[in-house]
């Protein structure tokens, strides 16, 4: 069964560092698009980071996490991560990683081009 089980979210205080993890599972996705995406409570699900592989691996970020955010990935692992830093109230939401295991369209930030998801795992920042 292919499958991506995110962890390590949880209640932190602003200006921590956390990591989430993405474990994949039934199949390698090394060469296969990957992102982050949260979602808050009453919002749409929004881009926060991507990993796309042209000849080497290519990282995307939303302006509001570029510079705090890094995405990467451990092969050997077949997981991917999202090392957060300095964490803010407004970085609350459940994180859902996803991967492209179709025909790449482009559209990295678009939660259309993805078409496998994990369950999403909960990060809370209080202030």
């Known amino acids: 069964q292919v499958q991506l089980v995110e962890s390590g979210g949880g209640l932190v205080q602003s200006g921590v560092s956390l990591r989430l993890s993405c474990a994949a599972s039934?199949?390698?996705?090394?060469?296969?698009?990957m992102g982050w995406f949260r979602q808050a409570p009453g919002k749409e699900r929004e881009f926060v980071a991507a990993?796309?592989?042209?000849?080497?691996?290519?990282?995307y970020y939303s302006d509001s996490v570029k510079d705090r955010f890094t995405i990467f990935r451990d092969n050997t692992k077949n997981t991917l991560y999202l090392q957060m830093a300095s964490l803010k109230p407004e970085d609350t939401a459940v994180y859902f990683c996803?991967?492209?295991?179709?025909?790449?369209?482009?559209?990295?930030?678009?939660?259309?081009?993805?078409?496998?998801w994990g369950q999403g795992t909960q990060l809370t920042v209080s202030s």
């Open positions: 996803a991967a492209d295991l179709g025909d790449y369209r482009g559209a990295y930030y678009s939660p259309a081009e993805y078409d496998l």
């Open positions: 039934g199949r390698t996705f090394t060469d296969y698009p």
């Open positions: 990993m796309v592989r042209r000849i080497s691996d290519h990282t």
